[in-house]
């Protein structure tokens, strides 16, 4: 009687692993990790992420819209693990000081602004929430619209103005986050 009960907790382990692997590996691929990353003047800036795609889907708006990423409320800035920032040396983020090393990014989206949290706690699965007490600082980026909605959900660094920026776009937002080395 034992043997049998041993032989099907068994069994029901390996029936739940297979599962929690296909499933983990279904949605990497429905949203693939991706990078970027640009070394300008010294400075290496690193962005990894994961890109989950609209689909058809309402992506920002409010939570009678069925918006998938409600005004107000927290996104991972990306999907699966939360997304992570590595700079090099000591730079200013969207104005703010912001020392070296290797941060979690996620956003609150709003209609006009995105409030851009940076954390130092890294290495969590993004679809909860961060310790907020580990923030670094919240800063306000505005929302500029693209010419054409991005179907799949693109982070992109290119130099700028003595530094860098990031850009985040998804659906019909695009923000800009200048990054500059002190």
Request: charged fraction near 15%; glycine fraction near 10%; avoid cysteine.
């Given at each position: ?7 099907g ?22 949203s ?13 800036v ?7 795609s ?14 998938l ?5 927290y ?9 992570t920032?590595?700079?090099s ?5 969207n ?11 996620y ?17 969590q ?5 961060p ?10 980026v505005?929302v ?5 909605p ?7 660094i ?9 850009y985040f ?14």
């Amino acid at each position: 009687m034992l043997k049998k009960i041993l032989i099907g907790v068994g069994i029901l382990a390996l029936l739940l692993a297979v599962a929690f692997i296909y499933l983990n590996n279904r949605n990497r691929s429905m949203s693939p990790p991706d990078t970027a990353h640009l070394d300008v003047n010294g400075l290496h800036v690193e962005i990894s992420y994961s890109r989950p795609s609209v689909r058809g889907r309402v992506i920002f708006g409010s939570e009678d819209e069925g918006a998938l990423q409600p005004y107000g409320s927290y996104w991972r800035l990306g999907a699966n693990e939360a997304t992570t920032i590595t700079v090099s040396q000591d730079v200013t983020f969207n104005g703010m000081p912001l020392k070296a090393g290797s941060y979690s990014l996620y956003a609150i989206p709003g209609a006009d602004s995105f409030q851009i949290g940076v954390n130092t706690e890294t290495g969590q699965w993004g679809a909860w929430e961060p310790d907020f007490s580990k923030n670094v600082f919240v800063t306000e980026v505005p929302v500029t619209r693209p010419v054409v909605p991005v179907e799949q959900f693109t982070t992109r660094i290119e130099e700028g103005s003595g530094g860098a920026v990031v850009y985040f776009e998804w659906s019909n937002v695009q923000l800009m986050i200048p990054v500059v080395p002190n």
